[in-house]
């Protein structure tokens, strides 16, 4: 297929005596421009031209250029992240989209290649069909954060109602909407947000992996942000997607810490991996899966449920959209696939708290296969971090 190379707008270049340096997320990258070749090559980059007519134009000032030269600094530059392809203009976006999406368009454009444009990234998020369980605190953050990102097809799931003491960190509702359903409120924030939503809230309390199951069998991700009952929901939540074959991405604020995990089924290990290989290699594990496991059957709140901190919420929040969306888009490497990934409130750099594999002969994961949209994720090679 013929392709328009075009320098991206949205990353600078400026000549400055023998070079060329282009302004890339706080890097500089340099080209030798010796002769003012370079800078009428880089003239040529509009989107106008083929690799051919690209190399017959510069061929008039600069005889001894050959194609085959243009062909490889066009594979050079693409390489360095520089281009994109002009052939495809996102024709299938209105104005209106053009317009609400215009900074999403220039954020993708700088992950775009002659093989993928900026259209394609948000096109996948406009198709992506996935489900935010829970729109408490996380939950009601990450929500509207998917509303704003441009995710069209979402099915909210939630069964409490609004209280004066979610306002310390749930800022999507206030003091007028107390006593109302959490999904009756979400749903009227969202579509004021964007009116054009395909939105799907669901008022009903989750308690078992058949219910999960039956909210997400039909979705591509799921984000989840709910708790209680505390053992069981991990256990509900992960056989609900893997049997669906949804991805699932989850965590959870912890007193001072906030942490997220991934699962691809069938390319991941599970939850129930996870659970198995800790018992197996981690005392402290052990002895607090077994302490959790005795106090929920006891009946009595968890300590750490007594603490819930705003700053900790959108911390969390951010992470966990941040992998749906590169889980959605394909935009670069999801990070927490089959890892737990945890940042503090007094040193808020995110790290890798444990990591596990896929068990093969795992009772709910062995057979498992994903969704088509999030199976390009059995090619990933490794996580970077």
Request: charge should be negative; proline fraction near 3%.
């Amino acid at each position: 297929m013929t392709t328009l190379p075009s320098l991206k707008t949205s990353i600078p270049y400026f000549r400055e005596g023998d070079s060329v340096h282009f302004r890339l997320a706080g890097t500089l990258i340099t080209l030798d421009d010796e002769n003012g070749r370079t800078s009428a090559f880089l003239e040529l980059l509009d989107g106008t031209r083929t690799s051919a007519q690209i190399a017959g134009d510069l061929r008039t000032r600069f005889p001894q250029t050959s194609e085959t030269e243009i062909v490889e600094a066009i594979a050079d530059l693409d390489s360095e992240g520089l281009l994109q392809d002009a052939t495809d203009t996102g024709a299938d976006f209105s104005q209106q989209d053009r317009t609400r999406w215009s900074n999403n368009f220039g954020f993708f454009e700088t992950y775009a290649s002659l093989a993928t444009s900026r259209w394609d990234f948000q096109r996948r998020i406009r198709d992506a069909k996935v489900a935010m369980l829970g729109v408490g605190g996380i939950g009601s953050h990450s929500f509207i954060d998917m509303v704003a990102i441009g995710f069209q097809d979402i099915r909210i799931v939630d069964f409490d109602h609004i209280e004066l003491s979610n306002f310390n960190r749930q800022i999507l509702y206030g003091e007028p909407y107390v006593g109302r359903a959490k999904v009756e409120v979400a749903a009227e924030k969202a579509l004021a947000l964007n009116s054009g939503l395909t939105l799907d809230p669901v008022q009903m309390r989750l308690t078992s992996a058949d219910d999960v199951y039956e909210v997400v069998k039909d979705r591509d991700i799921v984000v989840a942000a709910v708790d209680r009952p505390k053992t069981e929901m991990l256990h509900w939540l992960n056989e609900g997607c893997v049997r669906a074959g949804t991805a699932l991405v989850t965590g959870g604020v912890e007193t001072q810490r906030a942490f997220y995990y991934s699962l691809v089924p069938g390319v991941s290990g599970c939850a129930e991996c996870w659970r198995n290989h800790a018992m197996k290699t981690s005392e402290g594990a052990r002895l607090v899966f077994d302490a959790f496991e005795k106090q929920a059957a006891s009946g009595e709140p968890f300590g750490e449920d007594t603490a819930a901190f705003n700053g900790l919420v959108m911390l969390d929040s951010a992470f966990m959209v941040g992998e749906l969306v590169r889980l959605a888009t394909q935009v670069c490497t999801p990070l927490s696939i089959g890892r737990v990934l945890e940042a503090t409130f007094h040193d808020p750099r995110l790290r890798e708290a444990e990591s596990w594999e896929r068990d093969p002969d795992c009772h709910v994961c062995g057979g498992a296969t994903p969704k088509d949209t999030v199976s390009w994720t059995s090619a990933i090679k490794e996580q970077p971090f």
